[in-house]
C-alpha cells in the first residue's frame, strides 16, 4: 500500500504537517476557555504519539505558543518560528458541529502554513497532511510522493470544498494511502447527503485511492478500501467528553501509526479511535500528552474487534 520510493537516511519516520494555533473556544454551553494552545499538526502528531512514538511536526508558530510543554512528545524542531501564532475562535453548536474563525489580526493567512521549502531535504517514512488550503496540501503532497514518502495521508480543509473543482480532489487523492474527511467537511463536499452516500460518491470520485475513511464523532469511523464490496464500520471508543477540540485531527495521527504498522485500515481505524478518546477528556491537548501506550492498549483491548458491514 502506497510504497513509492524509499526513505532518506535520517528523516523522521512519522512527520504531522499542518497549522499550530491559539484557540479561544466558545461552547453552545457559553462557556468559554480563552488562550488554549492548539493545531491541527499538533494534535494529529500527539495523536502519534499515544502509541509511543515521536514524530515531527512541519507548521508556523509565534513565541508565544508554549513548546517546552510538548517537547517530550513531539519533535517541533522542523516548526518554523515566525514572529505570532495564528489566533482563532473555536464556535461550537449543540449539533457537536463547529467552526473556526481567524482573528482580527490574522491578516496574511499564508504566512502562518508551511510550505513546501519547511519540509527540508528529507522524507518522512510516512506523513499526515493536516487540513490546510487546498493548493497548498496538494503541493506538500506531490513533494513528499517525490522525496519518497511511502505512507501519506491527508484531511481536508473544509473552507475550500464547496468550490472545489473535481478534478483537483482527483489529483490530491491519487498521491494518498488514505482519506480521511469528517462528517463535517462531507457535507461541505456534498451537501445534503448522509455518511453513506457521501463515502460512495468519494468513492466513485476517486476509485483508486487505497482507503477512504470518514470520521463520525461519536458514531465511529465508516471506511472503504478500495475494490471491496462493503463499506465497515468501526466504533467509537467511549469516554467522557469535556472538548472535542482536535479529536479528529487525533484520529488520524493514531490512524496513521496504525497504517504503517499493520497495514490494516481496520486496524488503524481502531488505534485512531483510541487516539481520539484521550483527545476529548480535557480543553486542548492536555489529555493527549499525558496518554501513555499501555493505556492507549488496554483501550485497544476494550474496543474489542467487531466490525459492521453495509454493502457498497
Not at 499542518?18 to 457559553?30: A, E, H, K, Q, R
Not at 493536516?130 to 506531490?142: G, T
Not at 470544498?161 to 462531507?186: H, I, K, N, T, V
Not at 493505556?295 to 483491548?301: E, F, I, S, W, Y
Request: aromatic residues 6%; neutral net charge; contains cysteine.
Amino acid at each position: 500500500m502506497g510504497t513509492r520510493g524509499s526513505r532518506a537516511a535520517g528523516a523522521p519516520t512519522f512527520l504531522s504537517v499542518g497549522n499550530m494555533s491559539i484557540d479561544d473556544l466558545v461552547f453552545p454551553d457559553g462557556s468559554t476557555r480563552w488562550c488554549v494552545p492548539g493545531g491541527n499538526a499538533v494534535y494529529a502528531a500527539l495523536g502519534m504519539a499515544v502509541w509511543g512514538e515521536r514524530p515531527a511536526v512541519v507548521a508556523v508558530h509565534g513565541p508565544e505558543y508554549p513548546t517546552a510543554s510538548l517537547a517530550r512528545r513531539i519533535d517541533l524542531g522542523p516548526a518554523r518560528r515566525t514572529g505570532t501564532t495564528l489566533r482563532n475562535w473555536g464556535l461550537y453548536e449543540e449539533d457537536g458541529s463547529r467552526q473556526f474563525v481567524f482573528r482580527r489580526g490574522v491578516r496574511d493567512l499564508a504566512a502562518f502554513y508551511p510550505e513546501v521549502a519547511d519540509l527540508g531535504h528529507a522524507a518522512p517514512g510516512a506523513c499526515h497532511l493536516a487540513p490546510l488550503p487546498w493548493a497548498r496540501q496538494d503541493a506538500l503532497a506531490a513533494a513528499l510522493r517525490a522525496r519518497g514518502t511511502r505512507l501519506l495521508t491527508a484531511d481536508p480543509d473544509e473552507r475550500d470544498l464547496a468550490a472545489l473543482p473535481a478534478e483537483e480532489l482527483r489529483r490530491l487523492l491519487s498521491r494518498l494511502d488514505a482519506f480521511l474527511p469528517s462528517r463535517q467537511e462531507a457535507e461541505a463536499l456534498f451537501p445534503g447527503a448522509d455518511a453513506v452516500t457521501a463515502l460512495r460518491r468519494l468513492r466513485a470520485l476517486a476509485p483508486s485511492v487505497p482507503v477512504i475513511a470518514l470520521k463520525l464523532g461519536a458514531d465511529g469511523v465508516m471506511l472503504h478500501r478500495a475494490g471491496d464490496s462493503d463499506l465497515l464500520c468501526v466504533p467509537a471508543v467511549t469516554a467522557v467528553v469535556v472538548d472535542t477540540t482536535g479529536a479528529g485531527d487525533a484520529f488520524c495521527g493514531g490512524f496513521l501509526v496504525g497504517l504503517a504498522r499493520t497495514g490494516d485500515p481496520v486496524a488503524a481505524a481502531r488505534m485512531g479511535s483510541v487516539a481520539a478518546s484521550f483527545a476529548v477528556e480535557a480543553v486542548g491537548h492536555d489529555a493527549l500528552r499525558r496518554a501513555t501506550p499501555e493505556r492507549a492498549a488496554a483501550r485497544l483491548a476494550a474496543l474489542g474487534d467487531h466490525v459492521g458491514r453495509r454493502r457498497v
